[in-house]
């Protein structure tokens, strides 16, 4: 994915993984505490940055 890009829908990402919301919500708050995704409200999740970004940065 690349920045600006909007994640699946939680229950999307439920049916495809087989798990339930309490993990995304877990997965979720991992990836916005390594900056890699952020909250837009209503619209859901945005990628800000990706793996490739992360590596030219370090």
Do not use: K
């Not at 829908?9 to 708050?29: P, Q």
């Not at 390594?34 to 945005?46: K, Q």
Request: charged share 30%; glycine share 10%; aromatic share 6%.
């Amino acid at each position: 994915m690349r920045p600006g890009d909007r994640l699946p829908r939680r229950v999307d990402l439920m049916a495809r993984f087989a798990v339930g919301s309490r993990t995304i919500d877990n997965a979720w708050a991992v990836l916005r505490g390594e900056g890699l995704i952020e909250s837009n409200g209503l619209y859901g999740y945005s990628v800000t940055r990706n793996q490739d970004d992360m590596e030219q940065a370090a």
